[in-house]
Protein backbone atom coordinates (compact mmCIF):
# COMPACT_ATOMS: atom_id res chain seq x y z
CA UNK A 1 0.00 0.00 0.00
CA UNK A 2 1.18 3.73 -0.91
CA UNK A 3 1.52 6.49 1.87
CA UNK A 4 -0.87 9.46 1.53
CA UNK A 5 -0.22 12.63 -0.23
CA UNK A 6 3.84 13.89 -0.39
CA UNK A 7 5.33 11.62 1.76
CA UNK A 8 4.50 8.97 -0.98
CA UNK A 9 5.92 11.66 -3.81
CA UNK A 10 9.16 12.40 -1.51
CA UNK A 11 9.71 8.13 -1.59
CA UNK A 12 8.95 8.06 -5.33
CA UNK A 13 11.36 10.90 -6.16
CA UNK A 14 14.05 9.66 -3.78
CA UNK A 15 13.65 5.98 -4.88
CA UNK A 16 14.69 7.11 -8.40
CA UNK A 17 17.87 8.41 -7.21
CA UNK A 18 20.82 6.06 -8.45
CA UNK A 19 21.78 3.07 -6.09
CA UNK A 20 18.40 4.18 -3.58
CA UNK A 21 15.88 1.27 -3.68
CA UNK A 22 12.38 1.12 -1.74
CA UNK A 23 13.45 0.34 0.93
CA UNK A 24 15.90 3.22 1.62
CA UNK A 25 14.03 5.54 0.19
CA UNK A 26 11.12 5.16 2.84
CA UNK A 27 13.98 5.43 5.56
CA UNK A 28 15.33 8.47 4.04
CA UNK A 29 11.72 10.53 3.19
CA UNK A 30 10.60 9.56 7.53
CA UNK A 31 14.47 10.48 8.44
CA UNK A 32 13.57 13.79 6.38
CA UNK A 33 9.95 14.31 8.27
CA UNK A 34 11.99 14.35 11.72
CA UNK A 35 14.39 16.88 10.96
CA UNK A 36 14.36 20.33 11.36
CA UNK A 37 12.27 22.90 8.61
CA UNK A 38 15.31 24.83 8.23
CA UNK A 39 17.83 21.58 7.79
CA UNK A 40 15.02 20.41 5.00
CA UNK A 41 14.99 24.01 2.93
CA UNK A 42 18.80 23.83 3.25
CA UNK A 43 18.47 20.43 1.01
CA UNK A 44 16.10 21.89 -1.08
CA UNK A 45 17.77 24.82 -1.54
CA UNK A 46 20.79 22.75 -2.46
CA UNK A 47 18.88 20.35 -5.18
CA UNK A 48 17.45 23.59 -6.85
CA UNK A 49 20.52 25.62 -6.68
CA UNK A 50 22.72 22.30 -8.45
CA UNK A 51 20.41 22.70 -11.12
CA UNK A 52 20.32 26.35 -11.41
CA UNK A 53 23.56 27.57 -10.63
CA UNK A 54 25.95 24.10 -11.55
CA UNK A 55 26.48 24.00 -15.51
CA UNK A 56 29.45 22.84 -18.00
CA UNK A 57 32.25 24.34 -18.72
CA UNK A 58 32.04 25.97 -22.20
CA UNK A 59 36.24 24.79 -22.41
CA UNK A 60 36.61 21.48 -20.97
CA UNK A 61 33.00 20.36 -19.68
CA UNK A 62 33.75 20.00 -16.13
CA UNK A 63 31.03 21.44 -13.64
CA UNK A 64 31.34 24.82 -13.29
CA UNK A 65 29.80 27.90 -11.74
CA UNK A 66 30.38 29.97 -14.42
CA UNK A 67 30.99 29.89 -18.10
CA UNK A 68 34.85 28.58 -17.07
CA UNK A 69 35.74 26.40 -14.66
CA UNK A 70 38.09 26.71 -11.82
CA UNK A 71 40.54 24.41 -13.89
CA UNK A 72 39.96 26.43 -17.10
CA UNK A 73 40.81 30.18 -15.61
CA UNK A 74 43.48 29.21 -13.65
CA UNK A 75 46.55 30.88 -15.43
CA UNK A 76 48.96 29.78 -13.96
CA UNK A 77 48.45 26.03 -15.91
CA UNK A 78 50.47 24.84 -18.55
CA UNK A 79 48.14 24.48 -21.71
CA UNK A 80 50.45 22.25 -23.10
CA UNK A 81 49.25 18.94 -21.71
CA UNK A 82 45.96 18.07 -22.08
CA UNK A 83 44.28 15.12 -20.04
CA UNK A 84 41.34 13.72 -21.48
CA UNK A 85 39.07 11.94 -18.22
CA UNK A 86 35.62 10.29 -18.75
CA UNK A 87 33.73 12.02 -15.94
CA UNK A 88 33.99 15.52 -13.94
CA UNK A 89 34.82 13.13 -10.96
CA UNK A 90 37.89 12.18 -12.49
CA UNK A 91 39.28 15.32 -12.23
CA UNK A 92 38.48 16.04 -8.85
CA UNK A 93 40.14 12.52 -8.27
CA UNK A 94 43.64 13.99 -10.22
CA UNK A 95 43.17 17.10 -8.94
CA UNK A 96 43.36 15.56 -5.09
CA UNK A 97 46.94 14.27 -6.42
CA UNK A 98 48.27 17.95 -6.94
CA UNK A 99 50.56 16.31 -9.80
CA UNK A 100 49.09 17.10 -12.71
CA UNK A 101 48.97 21.01 -13.69
CA UNK A 102 47.81 20.74 -17.30
CA UNK A 103 44.38 21.30 -18.61
CA UNK A 104 41.80 18.65 -18.61
CA UNK A 105 38.93 17.43 -21.13
CA UNK A 106 36.00 15.95 -19.63
CA UNK A 107 34.58 13.51 -22.57
CA UNK A 108 31.07 12.92 -20.67
CA UNK A 109 31.35 8.87 -20.60
CA UNK A 110 32.95 6.43 -22.55
CA UNK A 111 31.94 4.17 -25.81
CA UNK A 112 29.33 1.45 -25.02
CA UNK A 113 27.30 0.48 -27.84
CA UNK A 114 25.03 -1.90 -25.64
CA UNK A 115 23.72 1.87 -23.89
CA UNK A 116 24.06 3.50 -27.56
CA UNK A 117 26.98 5.56 -26.67
CA UNK A 118 29.13 6.58 -29.56
CA UNK A 119 31.59 9.02 -29.98
CA UNK A 120 28.60 11.17 -31.59
CA UNK A 121 27.28 11.06 -27.48
CA UNK A 122 30.85 12.55 -26.37
CA UNK A 123 32.53 15.29 -26.61
CA UNK A 124 35.32 14.18 -29.46
CA UNK A 125 34.34 16.81 -32.16
CA UNK A 126 35.19 19.34 -29.13
CA UNK A 127 38.21 17.69 -28.46
CA UNK A 128 39.23 17.86 -32.09
CA UNK A 129 38.83 21.61 -32.29
CA UNK A 130 40.47 22.36 -29.33
CA UNK A 131 43.47 20.27 -30.76
CA UNK A 132 43.42 22.00 -33.79
CA UNK A 133 45.85 25.11 -32.85
CA UNK A 134 48.44 22.95 -31.80
CA UNK A 135 48.94 24.58 -28.99
CA UNK A 136 48.69 21.02 -27.03
CA UNK A 137 51.76 18.82 -27.46
CA UNK A 138 50.73 16.00 -25.22
CA UNK A 139 47.11 14.23 -24.42
CA UNK A 140 46.86 12.06 -21.64
CA UNK A 141 43.99 9.63 -22.25
CA UNK A 142 43.13 8.82 -18.38
CA UNK A 143 39.78 6.83 -19.27
CA UNK A 144 38.74 4.20 -17.16
CA UNK A 145 40.38 0.67 -17.32
CA UNK A 146 37.32 -0.83 -17.75
CA UNK A 147 36.95 -2.40 -21.14
CA UNK A 148 34.73 0.53 -22.17
CA UNK A 149 37.24 3.08 -20.89
CA UNK A 150 39.77 0.98 -23.04
CA UNK A 151 37.83 1.00 -26.03
CA UNK A 152 37.71 5.03 -25.77
CA UNK A 153 41.39 5.59 -25.24
CA UNK A 154 41.75 2.87 -28.46
CA UNK A 155 39.41 4.99 -30.37
CA UNK A 156 40.97 8.29 -29.20
CA UNK A 157 44.56 7.38 -30.16
CA UNK A 158 43.46 6.52 -33.30
CA UNK A 159 41.42 9.72 -34.35
CA UNK A 160 44.56 11.71 -32.41
CA UNK A 161 47.02 9.98 -33.99
CA UNK A 162 47.17 12.29 -37.21
CA UNK A 163 47.71 15.49 -35.74
CA UNK A 164 51.02 14.16 -34.43
CA UNK A 165 50.60 14.97 -30.67
CA UNK A 166 52.34 12.87 -28.25
CA UNK A 167 49.87 10.46 -26.98
CA UNK A 168 50.44 8.56 -23.50
CA UNK A 169 47.84 6.66 -21.70
CA UNK A 170 48.17 6.52 -17.47
CA UNK A 171 49.53 3.15 -16.52
CA UNK A 172 47.74 0.17 -15.03
CA UNK A 173 49.17 -1.52 -12.36
CA UNK A 174 49.92 -2.16 -8.38
CA UNK A 175 48.57 0.00 -5.93
CA UNK A 176 51.15 2.25 -3.68
CA UNK A 177 52.09 1.22 -0.07
CA UNK A 178 49.81 -2.36 -0.63
CA UNK A 179 51.14 -5.70 0.01
CA UNK A 180 51.79 -7.74 -3.03
CA UNK A 181 49.40 -10.32 -1.69
CA UNK A 182 46.28 -8.23 -1.22
CA UNK A 183 46.16 -7.40 -5.01
CA UNK A 184 43.70 -8.98 -6.92
CA UNK A 185 44.79 -11.23 -9.80
CA UNK A 186 43.49 -9.18 -12.46
CA UNK A 187 45.40 -5.99 -11.39
CA UNK A 188 48.84 -8.00 -10.47
CA UNK A 189 48.26 -9.85 -14.04
CA UNK A 190 47.97 -6.20 -15.42
CA UNK A 191 51.32 -5.17 -13.47
CA UNK A 192 53.35 -8.07 -14.66
CA UNK A 193 52.61 -7.47 -18.14
CA UNK A 194 53.24 -4.27 -18.07
CA UNK A 195 56.69 -4.64 -15.71
CA UNK A 196 59.16 -1.84 -16.56
CA UNK A 197 63.00 -2.17 -17.00
CA UNK A 198 65.33 -1.45 -14.04
CA UNK B 1 45.98 -32.17 -0.03
CA UNK B 2 42.95 -34.38 1.00
CA UNK B 3 39.65 -34.32 2.48
CA UNK B 4 39.19 -36.08 5.74
CA UNK B 5 35.53 -35.25 6.42
CA UNK B 6 32.81 -33.64 4.81
CA UNK B 7 29.96 -32.19 6.57
CA UNK B 8 26.57 -31.91 4.18
CA UNK B 9 23.36 -30.07 6.12
CA UNK B 10 20.26 -29.45 4.09
CA UNK B 11 22.56 -30.30 0.63
CA UNK B 12 20.30 -32.21 -2.25
CA UNK B 13 18.90 -35.45 -0.27
CA UNK B 14 21.11 -34.93 2.76
CA UNK B 15 19.61 -33.20 6.08
CA UNK B 16 22.68 -33.74 7.62
CA UNK B 17 25.43 -36.01 7.01
CA UNK B 18 29.02 -36.08 7.81
CA UNK B 19 31.24 -38.51 5.93
CA UNK B 20 34.87 -39.35 6.84
CA UNK B 21 37.66 -39.77 3.73
CA UNK B 22 40.75 -41.25 4.06
CA UNK B 23 43.61 -40.71 2.09
CA UNK B 24 44.14 -43.20 -0.81
CA UNK B 25 41.04 -45.04 -2.42
CA UNK B 26 37.24 -45.33 -0.96
CA UNK B 27 34.33 -46.70 -2.53
CA UNK B 28 30.90 -45.24 -1.68
CA UNK B 29 28.59 -47.70 -2.55
CA UNK B 30 24.85 -48.07 -2.71
CA UNK B 31 22.04 -48.91 -5.12
CA UNK B 32 21.13 -46.03 -7.60
CA UNK B 33 19.08 -42.65 -7.12
CA UNK B 34 20.70 -42.96 -2.75
CA UNK B 35 23.09 -39.97 -2.87
CA UNK B 36 26.46 -40.91 -3.89
CA UNK B 37 26.47 -38.57 -6.42
CA UNK B 38 25.56 -35.73 -4.39
CA UNK B 39 28.27 -36.44 -2.19
CA UNK B 40 31.25 -36.12 -4.96
CA UNK B 41 29.14 -33.19 -6.18
CA UNK B 42 29.51 -31.37 -3.02
CA UNK B 43 32.86 -31.97 -3.02
CA UNK B 44 33.11 -29.97 -6.97
CA UNK B 45 30.53 -26.94 -5.26
CA UNK B 46 33.26 -26.73 -2.33
CA UNK B 47 36.15 -26.62 -5.35
CA UNK B 48 34.47 -24.79 -7.98
CA UNK B 49 31.82 -23.05 -6.59
CA UNK B 50 29.13 -24.86 -8.76
CA UNK B 51 27.49 -27.93 -9.57
CA UNK B 52 29.16 -29.99 -12.61
CA UNK B 53 25.44 -31.22 -12.80
CA UNK B 54 22.95 -27.76 -12.88
CA UNK B 55 23.99 -24.20 -13.61
CA UNK B 56 21.88 -22.65 -10.88
CA UNK B 57 22.47 -23.13 -6.80
CA UNK B 58 18.20 -24.07 -6.53
CA UNK B 59 18.29 -27.67 -7.17
CA UNK B 60 21.17 -28.22 -4.11
CA UNK B 61 19.11 -27.46 -1.44
CA UNK B 62 16.98 -29.67 0.07
CA UNK B 63 13.50 -29.71 -0.57
CA UNK B 64 11.76 -27.07 2.23
CA UNK B 65 15.06 -25.78 3.28
CA UNK B 66 16.49 -22.06 3.09
CA UNK B 67 19.87 -22.52 2.42
CA UNK B 68 22.75 -25.27 2.08
CA UNK B 69 25.49 -25.66 4.08
CA UNK B 70 28.78 -27.74 2.78
CA UNK B 71 31.66 -28.16 5.79
CA UNK B 72 35.23 -29.86 4.15
CA UNK B 73 38.15 -30.44 6.30
CA UNK B 74 41.67 -30.84 4.67
CA UNK B 75 45.15 -31.69 5.05
CA UNK B 76 47.81 -30.24 2.91
CA UNK B 77 51.00 -32.28 2.02
CA UNK B 78 52.89 -30.42 5.22
CA UNK B 79 49.97 -31.55 7.59
CA UNK B 80 48.30 -28.66 7.75
CA UNK B 81 44.90 -28.91 8.61
CA UNK B 82 42.15 -26.35 7.25
CA UNK B 83 38.33 -25.81 7.40
CA UNK B 84 36.40 -24.56 4.17
CA UNK B 85 32.63 -24.02 4.70
CA UNK B 86 30.46 -22.62 1.90
CA UNK B 87 26.89 -21.79 2.38
CA UNK B 88 24.35 -21.84 -0.71
CA UNK B 89 21.40 -19.33 -0.58
CA UNK B 90 19.92 -19.44 -3.62
CA UNK B 91 18.56 -15.93 -4.44
CA UNK B 92 20.51 -14.49 -2.07
CA UNK B 93 24.83 -14.44 -1.70
CA UNK B 94 26.78 -17.85 -1.07
CA UNK B 95 28.83 -17.36 1.85
CA UNK B 96 32.23 -19.12 1.91
CA UNK B 97 34.27 -19.22 5.50
CA UNK B 98 37.71 -20.63 5.91
CA UNK B 99 38.69 -21.95 9.27
CA UNK B 100 35.43 -20.02 10.67
CA UNK B 101 36.59 -16.65 9.48
CA UNK B 102 34.28 -15.10 6.51
CA UNK B 103 36.06 -14.46 3.51
CA UNK B 104 35.57 -10.79 1.34
CA UNK B 105 35.58 -12.79 -1.88
CA UNK B 106 33.55 -16.11 -2.72
CA UNK B 107 36.86 -16.59 -5.08
CA UNK B 108 39.25 -16.82 -1.85
CA UNK B 109 37.39 -19.63 -0.87
CA UNK B 110 37.45 -21.89 -3.57
CA UNK B 111 40.07 -23.42 -4.71
CA UNK B 112 40.86 -24.32 -1.60
CA UNK B 113 39.80 -27.98 -1.53
CA UNK B 114 41.03 -28.90 -4.94
CA UNK B 115 39.23 -31.91 -7.33
CA UNK B 116 39.08 -33.30 -10.27
CA UNK B 117 35.54 -35.17 -10.79
CA UNK B 118 35.34 -37.66 -13.74
CA UNK B 119 31.25 -38.47 -14.37
CA UNK B 120 29.06 -39.98 -17.00
CA UNK B 121 28.64 -36.33 -18.41
CA UNK B 122 31.96 -36.25 -19.46
CA UNK B 123 31.21 -38.50 -22.26
CA UNK B 124 30.53 -35.30 -24.05
CA UNK B 125 33.57 -34.45 -23.52
CA UNK B 126 34.30 -36.66 -26.75
CA UNK B 127 30.63 -36.75 -27.71
CA UNK B 128 29.26 -33.61 -27.31
CA UNK B 129 29.39 -29.98 -28.79
CA UNK B 130 32.77 -27.81 -29.68
CA UNK B 131 31.07 -26.13 -26.40
CA UNK B 132 31.63 -28.76 -24.48
CA UNK B 133 35.31 -29.09 -25.13
CA UNK B 134 35.62 -24.91 -24.32
CA UNK B 135 33.83 -24.98 -21.03
CA UNK B 136 36.31 -28.07 -20.56
CA UNK B 137 39.33 -25.56 -20.87
CA UNK B 138 37.44 -22.93 -19.56
CA UNK B 139 37.15 -24.32 -16.24
CA UNK B 140 39.95 -25.88 -16.38
CA UNK B 141 41.75 -22.83 -16.64
CA UNK B 142 40.07 -20.95 -13.81
CA UNK B 143 41.19 -23.36 -11.38
CA UNK B 144 44.56 -23.22 -13.45
CA UNK B 145 45.08 -19.58 -13.50
CA UNK B 146 42.68 -17.59 -11.26
CA UNK B 147 43.11 -14.27 -13.81
CA UNK B 148 41.48 -16.23 -16.30
CA UNK B 149 38.13 -15.39 -15.12
CA UNK B 150 38.19 -12.28 -15.03
CA UNK B 151 39.71 -12.26 -18.91
CA UNK B 152 36.59 -14.03 -19.94
CA UNK B 153 34.42 -11.22 -18.24
CA UNK B 154 36.47 -8.89 -19.84
CA UNK B 155 35.90 -10.97 -23.39
CA UNK B 156 32.63 -11.33 -23.08
CA UNK B 157 31.79 -7.66 -22.50
CA UNK B 158 34.06 -6.61 -25.50
CA UNK B 159 32.13 -9.10 -27.19
CA UNK B 160 28.77 -7.87 -26.22
CA UNK B 161 29.36 -4.52 -27.17
CA UNK B 162 30.65 -5.41 -30.96
CA UNK B 163 27.65 -7.85 -31.17
CA UNK B 164 25.71 -4.31 -30.23
CA UNK B 165 27.06 -2.32 -32.98
CA UNK B 166 26.53 -4.69 -35.80
CA UNK B 167 23.08 -4.66 -34.96
CA UNK B 168 23.33 -0.98 -34.95
CA UNK B 169 25.29 -1.23 -38.23
CA UNK B 170 22.43 -3.59 -39.84
CA UNK B 171 19.48 -1.30 -38.54
CA UNK B 172 21.42 1.44 -40.81
CA UNK B 173 23.19 3.43 -38.27
CA UNK B 174 25.88 5.18 -40.17
CA UNK B 175 27.99 5.93 -36.63
CA UNK B 176 28.19 1.92 -36.21
CA UNK B 177 30.62 1.62 -39.14
CA UNK B 178 32.75 4.12 -38.04
CA UNK B 179 32.86 2.47 -34.41
CA UNK B 180 33.88 -0.69 -35.61
CA UNK B 181 37.60 -0.80 -35.35
CA UNK B 182 37.82 0.01 -31.78
CA UNK B 183 35.67 -2.67 -31.04
CA UNK B 184 36.95 -5.15 -33.51
CA UNK B 185 40.73 -4.60 -31.70
CA UNK B 186 39.13 -4.84 -28.05
CA UNK B 187 37.54 -7.88 -29.18
CA UNK B 188 40.92 -8.72 -30.82
CA UNK B 189 42.76 -8.04 -27.58
CA UNK B 190 40.62 -9.65 -25.15
CA UNK B 191 39.89 -12.58 -27.29
CA UNK B 192 43.88 -13.09 -27.62
CA UNK B 193 44.13 -13.28 -24.17
CA UNK B 194 41.76 -16.52 -23.93
CA UNK B 195 43.14 -18.39 -26.74
CA UNK B 196 47.12 -17.45 -25.74
CA UNK B 197 45.54 -19.48 -22.54
CA UNK B 198 43.85 -21.91 -23.95
CA UNK B 199 46.83 -23.02 -26.55
CA UNK B 200 49.31 -23.39 -23.26
CA UNK B 201 46.76 -25.59 -21.69
CA UNK B 202 45.88 -27.68 -24.77
CA UNK B 203 50.26 -27.77 -24.81
CA UNK B 204 50.41 -28.43 -21.64
CA UNK B 205 47.74 -31.54 -21.44
CA UNK B 206 49.41 -33.02 -24.94
CA UNK B 207 51.24 -35.43 -23.11
CA UNK B 208 49.60 -36.51 -19.82
CA UNK B 209 46.93 -36.82 -22.03
CA UNK B 210 48.80 -39.27 -24.53
CA UNK B 211 50.03 -41.18 -21.90
CA UNK B 212 46.86 -41.95 -19.82
CA UNK B 213 45.03 -42.63 -22.64
CA UNK B 214 47.90 -45.39 -23.43
CA UNK B 215 48.11 -46.32 -20.00
CA UNK B 216 44.21 -47.08 -19.75
CA UNK B 217 43.91 -48.91 -23.03
CA UNK B 218 47.10 -50.65 -22.17
CA UNK B 219 49.21 -51.02 -25.22
CA UNK B 220 46.49 -52.17 -27.00
CA UNK B 221 46.45 -51.77 -30.75
CA UNK B 222 44.67 -49.08 -31.57
CA UNK B 223 44.36 -45.73 -32.86
CA UNK B 224 46.80 -42.76 -31.82
CA UNK B 225 44.71 -40.50 -29.31
CA UNK B 226 45.63 -36.29 -29.59
CA UNK B 227 44.57 -33.07 -29.15
CA UNK B 228 44.19 -30.16 -31.52
CA UNK B 229 42.87 -26.72 -31.08
CA UNK B 230 41.19 -25.31 -33.99
CA UNK B 231 40.90 -21.31 -34.18
CA UNK B 232 37.62 -19.35 -35.04
CA UNK B 233 40.29 -18.44 -37.69
CA UNK B 234 40.64 -22.35 -39.33
CA UNK B 235 44.23 -22.45 -38.42
CA UNK B 236 44.86 -25.43 -36.34
CA UNK B 237 47.38 -26.29 -33.61
CA UNK B 238 48.16 -29.37 -32.72
CA UNK B 239 49.06 -29.75 -29.47
CA UNK B 240 52.64 -29.93 -28.18
CA UNK B 241 54.14 -30.30 -25.06
CA UNK B 242 56.86 -28.76 -26.22
CA UNK B 243 55.39 -25.57 -26.49
CA UNK B 244 55.68 -23.39 -23.79
CA UNK B 245 55.32 -19.82 -25.26
CA UNK B 246 52.38 -18.28 -26.82
CA UNK B 247 52.14 -14.80 -28.74
CA UNK B 248 49.07 -13.07 -27.45
CA UNK B 249 50.01 -10.05 -29.77
CA UNK B 250 50.47 -12.71 -32.89
CA UNK B 251 47.03 -14.07 -31.93
CA UNK B 252 45.06 -10.50 -31.53
CA UNK B 253 46.62 -9.73 -34.81
CA UNK B 254 45.63 -12.92 -36.22
CA UNK B 255 42.02 -12.29 -34.89
CA UNK B 256 41.26 -9.32 -36.20
CA UNK B 257 42.64 -9.83 -39.82
CA UNK B 258 40.25 -13.01 -39.45
CA UNK B 259 36.92 -10.04 -38.13
CA UNK B 260 38.09 -8.45 -41.70
CA UNK B 261 37.87 -10.76 -43.91
CA UNK B 262 34.47 -11.98 -42.70
CA UNK B 263 33.53 -8.48 -42.56
CA UNK B 264 30.88 -9.18 -44.95
CA UNK B 265 29.10 -12.40 -43.32
CA UNK B 266 29.14 -10.57 -40.11
CA UNK B 267 27.35 -7.35 -41.38
CA UNK B 268 24.87 -9.77 -42.47
CA UNK B 269 24.47 -11.87 -39.40
CA UNK B 270 24.85 -9.13 -37.07
CA UNK B 271 27.30 -11.16 -35.16
CA UNK B 272 31.22 -11.58 -33.90
CA UNK B 273 32.29 -14.97 -35.82
CA UNK B 274 35.65 -14.76 -35.42
CA UNK B 275 37.09 -14.99 -31.63
CA UNK B 276 37.70 -17.81 -28.65
CA UNK B 277 33.70 -18.04 -28.36
CA UNK B 278 33.70 -20.11 -31.76
CA UNK B 279 36.96 -22.09 -31.00
CA UNK B 280 37.30 -25.80 -30.48
CA UNK B 281 39.37 -28.38 -28.42
CA UNK B 282 39.99 -31.47 -31.11
CA UNK B 283 40.22 -34.73 -29.39
CA UNK B 284 41.48 -36.93 -32.61
CA UNK B 285 42.09 -40.70 -33.22
CA UNK B 286 44.41 -40.96 -35.97
CA UNK B 287 44.21 -37.25 -36.88
CA UNK B 288 40.19 -37.81 -37.14
CA UNK B 289 38.09 -36.52 -35.10
CA UNK B 290 37.16 -38.53 -32.16
CA UNK B 291 33.89 -37.10 -31.64
CA UNK B 292 32.60 -39.21 -34.57
CA UNK B 293 35.50 -41.77 -34.77
CA UNK B 294 35.76 -43.51 -31.69
CA UNK B 295 33.77 -46.59 -30.12
CA UNK B 296 31.67 -46.17 -26.76
CA UNK B 297 34.91 -47.38 -25.21
CA UNK B 298 37.14 -45.73 -26.58
CA UNK B 299 35.46 -42.41 -25.89
CA UNK B 300 35.12 -42.89 -22.38
CA UNK B 301 38.95 -44.06 -22.68
CA UNK B 302 40.02 -41.13 -24.25
CA UNK B 303 37.56 -38.31 -21.62
CA UNK B 304 38.52 -40.57 -19.01
CA UNK B 305 42.60 -39.90 -20.18
CA UNK B 306 41.56 -36.05 -20.31
CA UNK B 307 40.37 -36.05 -16.87
CA UNK B 308 43.12 -37.50 -15.60
CA UNK B 309 45.51 -35.46 -17.66
CA UNK B 310 43.81 -32.01 -16.04
CA UNK B 311 44.62 -33.38 -12.76
CA UNK B 312 48.22 -33.61 -13.69
CA UNK B 313 48.08 -29.52 -15.16
CA UNK B 314 46.72 -28.49 -11.72
CA UNK B 315 49.17 -29.66 -10.04
CA UNK B 316 51.81 -27.89 -11.28
CA UNK B 317 50.78 -25.50 -9.45
CA UNK B 318 49.62 -26.09 -5.59
CA UNK B 319 48.23 -29.42 -3.93
CA UNK B 320 47.67 -32.09 -6.07
CA UNK B 321 43.59 -32.25 -6.23
CA UNK B 322 41.44 -35.04 -4.66
CA UNK B 323 40.10 -37.54 -7.59
CA UNK B 324 36.38 -38.21 -7.93
CA UNK B 325 35.00 -40.98 -10.24
CA UNK B 326 31.38 -41.16 -10.27
CA UNK B 327 30.19 -44.33 -11.36
CA UNK B 328 32.95 -45.10 -14.02
CA UNK B 329 33.88 -48.54 -13.98
CA UNK B 330 30.85 -49.98 -14.97
CA UNK B 331 32.04 -48.66 -17.93
CA UNK B 332 35.18 -50.47 -18.42
CA UNK B 333 36.51 -53.37 -19.61
CA UNK B 334 38.45 -55.43 -16.90
CA UNK B 335 41.69 -54.49 -18.18
CA UNK B 336 40.76 -50.84 -17.96
CA UNK B 337 39.56 -51.39 -14.88
CA UNK B 338 42.18 -53.16 -13.41
CA UNK B 339 44.53 -50.49 -14.92
CA UNK B 340 42.75 -47.40 -13.77
CA UNK B 341 42.81 -48.93 -10.49
CA UNK B 342 46.48 -49.42 -10.46
CA UNK B 343 46.70 -45.09 -11.64
CA UNK B 344 44.29 -44.85 -8.84
CA UNK B 345 46.76 -46.34 -6.60
CA UNK B 346 49.05 -43.59 -7.04
CA UNK B 347 46.91 -40.66 -6.45
CA UNK B 348 47.03 -39.38 -2.75
CA UNK B 349 42.99 -39.27 -2.26
CA UNK B 350 40.40 -40.95 -4.51
CA UNK B 351 36.91 -41.17 -3.63
CA UNK B 352 34.78 -43.45 -6.17
CA UNK B 353 31.37 -44.45 -6.42
CA UNK B 354 29.57 -47.60 -7.69
CA UNK B 355 26.37 -48.87 -7.47
CA UNK B 356 27.98 -52.62 -7.67
CA UNK B 357 30.93 -52.87 -5.29
CA UNK B 358 32.51 -56.21 -7.24
CA UNK B 359 32.98 -53.15 -10.50
CA UNK B 360 35.58 -52.02 -8.63
CA UNK B 361 39.03 -53.47 -8.27
CA UNK B 362 40.28 -51.06 -5.67
CA UNK B 363 41.59 -51.17 -1.80
CA UNK B 364 40.98 -48.84 0.86
CA UNK B 365 37.55 -48.42 2.80
CA UNK B 366 33.92 -49.16 1.50
CA UNK B 367 31.04 -46.20 2.85
CA UNK B 368 27.62 -47.56 2.70
CA UNK B 369 25.32 -45.17 1.41
CA UNK B 370 21.52 -45.06 2.40
CA UNK B 371 18.89 -42.45 1.43
CA UNK B 372 19.98 -39.34 3.96
CA UNK B 373 23.35 -40.83 5.15
CA UNK B 374 27.08 -42.23 4.32
CA UNK B 375 28.30 -45.16 7.03
CA UNK B 376 31.48 -46.30 7.17
CA UNK B 377 30.76 -50.26 6.27
CA UNK B 378 33.46 -51.30 8.90
CA UNK B 379 35.09 -50.20 11.98
CA UNK B 380 34.92 -46.20 11.15
CA UNK B 381 36.49 -45.38 14.79
CA UNK B 382 39.66 -47.19 14.38
CA UNK B 383 40.15 -45.12 11.19
CA UNK B 384 39.52 -41.92 13.54
CA UNK B 385 41.60 -43.10 16.61
CA UNK B 386 44.51 -44.27 14.80
CA UNK B 387 45.21 -41.12 12.92
CA UNK B 388 44.75 -38.91 16.25
CA UNK B 389 41.00 -37.15 15.49
CA UNK B 390 38.40 -36.61 17.52
CA UNK B 391 38.27 -32.56 17.32
CA UNK B 392 35.79 -32.62 14.50
CA UNK B 393 32.42 -32.14 16.48
CA UNK B 394 30.50 -34.44 17.58
CA UNK B 395 31.58 -37.86 14.77
CA UNK B 396 28.90 -39.76 15.97
CA UNK B 397 26.26 -38.10 14.75
CA UNK B 398 24.85 -38.52 11.26
CA UNK B 399 21.72 -36.80 11.47
CA UNK B 400 19.81 -33.93 12.83
CA UNK B 401 16.87 -34.88 14.52
Known sequence: MDYEGPIQDLITELGRLPGIGPKSAQRLAFHLLTVDATDARRLADAITSVKERVRFCEVCFNVSEGPRCRVCRDERRSDEVLCVVEEPRDVVAIERTGEFRGRYHVLGGAISPLDGIGPAQLRVKELLARLSDGAVTEVVIATNTSIEGEATASYLSRQLQPLGVRLTRLAAGLPVGGDLEYADEVTLGRAFAGRTQL | ?401
Open chain 2, 1 to 401: MHVERLELIDFRSYHHAVVDLQPGPQVLVGPNGVGKTNVLEALHVLAAGGSHRVGGDEALVREGAQEAVLRAWTRDREGRGQEVSLALRPGGRNVARVDGAGVPRLRDALGRVRVVLFAPEDLALVRGDPADRRRFLDQLLAQRRPAYHAARQEFERALRQRNALLRQQRLGDPAAQAGLPTWTEAVATTGARLVAARLLACHALADPFAARAAELAGGAPGATPGLAYRLSTDRVEVADGGVQEVDPQGLARELAEGMRERAEEERERATTLVGPHRDELRIDLDGRPARSHASQGEAWTLALALRLAAREVLEEVGEEPVVLLDDVFSELDDGRRARLAAWCGRAEQVVVTAAVEGDVPLGGPRLLVRPGEVQASTGPDEHREARGEGDHGDPGQKERP
